[in-house]
C-alpha cells in the first residue's frame, strides 16, 4: 500500500516554538507582553521609585535641618576623656645605646610637637590661668597658648632624643577633646608604676597640672587652630630599672573626671610598658 505524503490543512496555525516565548511575531509580545504593557510596567516603577527617592531626600533633609554644623546633638554618651599618650604606642621597647632602636619615638614626639613650638603658639592669645575661656557668643573662638617650651626637660629643645638617649624616656599625656567639656577643680596627671616598686618620675608642667583656660571645646569648625593641654612624664630609671619591664599607669585626678570604669580601660587613664635595654 503506497504512502502518501500528508499536507498540512488550509487554515491551521503553524505550531509554537520556543523561539516564541522571546517574541511571537503574530501578537508581537516580547516576553509575553505587548509593547504597551511593557510600557505601562516601566511607567509604574518609575513613578514609584521616584516617589521613594523624593520621599528619601526629603527625609534627610528634613532631618539634617535639626543637626549644628559645630557641635554634635547628643553629647551624653561621653561625659569624660578617655587618655592617649605619644609616642603612639602602648609597649616602648628600645636600646639606649642604638639610636636607630629609638629613633621611630623620637621621630614621633617631634612631629606631634611641631604644633606647639613657641613660634605657632605666638599667634595664640594668652589667657587667663585658672579660669574657664568661655566664649559662647563669639562666632570665632580664640584659641590659649600651649607653648612647647612649658614642657621644659621633655620639649626636645634642650635634648633632642627627649632623654630616650639617656634611658630616662619622656612620655606625653593628653586628654581626648569632648566639646563643652569643663572638668571641675584642678585636673592634674598623676602616673604609679604597678610592678610593685615605685618609679621616680617628674612632671611638666609642675605637677602635671592642666589648666582649666583650655576649657571648654567648642568644635574644629569654631575653634580652629585649638591645641590640647599637655603633661610631658619624664621617668627618671635607674640602671637597675634597665632590662625589666615596666608597667605604668597615668590618670587624671583632683577632679570630677572618671578614671576607674572597669568597663572601659582608657577612660581617664591609659596604662602602658616600658623596657629599656643598654
Not at 491551521?12 to 516576553?31: C, L
Not at 535639626?66 to 578617655?82: E, F, H, I, M, W
Request: glycine letters at 6%; charged letters at 25%.
Amino acid at each position: 500500500m503506497s504512502k502518501k505524503s500528508e499536507k498540512p490543512a488550509e487554515g491551521k496555525e503553524p505550531e509554537s516554538s520556543w523561539k516564541d516565548v522571546i517574541y511571537n511575531p503574530r501578537s508581537g509580545e516580547f516576553f509575553g507582553r505587548t509593547a504597551s504593557n511593557w510600557g505601562l510596567i516601566l511607567l509604574f516603577y518609575l513613578v514609584f521609585y521616584g516617589f521613594l527617592a523624593a520621599m528619601f531626600v526629603f527625609t534627610m533633609w528634613a532631618m539634617l535641618q535639626t543637626l549644628n554644623d559645630d557641635t554634635p546633638k547628643y553629647r551624653d554618651r561621653v561625659a569624660s576623656p578617655g587618655l592617649a599618650i605619644r609616642p603612639n604606642s602602648l609597649n616602648i621597647v628600645f636600646n639606649r645605646s642604638e639610636p636607630l632602636a629609638y629613633g621611630q619615638y623620637v621621630q614621633h614626639l617631634e612631629s606631634f610637637l611641631h604644633q606647639y613650638n613657641d613660634s605657632e603658639q605666638a599667634k595664640n592669645d594668652l589667657c587667663m590661668a585658672g579660669q574657664y575661656s568661655e566664649q559662647d557668643e563669639e562666632p570665632q573662638k580664640k584659641v590659649c597658648q600651649f607653648r612647647r617650651s612649658l614642657l621644659q626637660r621633655c620639649s626636645g629643645m634642650e635634648d633632642t632624643t627627649f632623654g630616650y638617649a639617656k634611658g630616662q624616656p619622656c612620655v606625653i599625656v593628653k586628654m581626648n577633646r569632648i566639646i563643652g567639656l569643663k572638668p571641675a577643680g584642678d585636673p592634674h596627671i598623676n602616673c604609679t608604676s604597678k610592678i610593685g616598686k615605685p618609679l621616680q618620675m617628674q612632671y611638666f608642667p609642675h605637677e602635671g597640672t592642666i589648666d582649666r583656660m583650655y576649657f571648654p571645646y567648642y568644635g574644629k569648625k569654631t575653634h580652629e587652630g585649638y591645641v590640647q593641654p599637655l603633661v610631658a612624664v619624664k621617668l627618671l630609671l635607674k640602671k637597675e630599672d634597665y632590662n625589666s619591664e615596666l608597667i605604668v599607669e597615668c590618670k587624671v585626678e583632683g577632679s570630677n573626671l572618671k578614671n576607674n570604669d572597669e568597663r572601659d580601660k582608657f577612660l581617664g587613664r591609659i596604662t602602658f610598658q616600658v623596657l629599656v635595654t643598654e
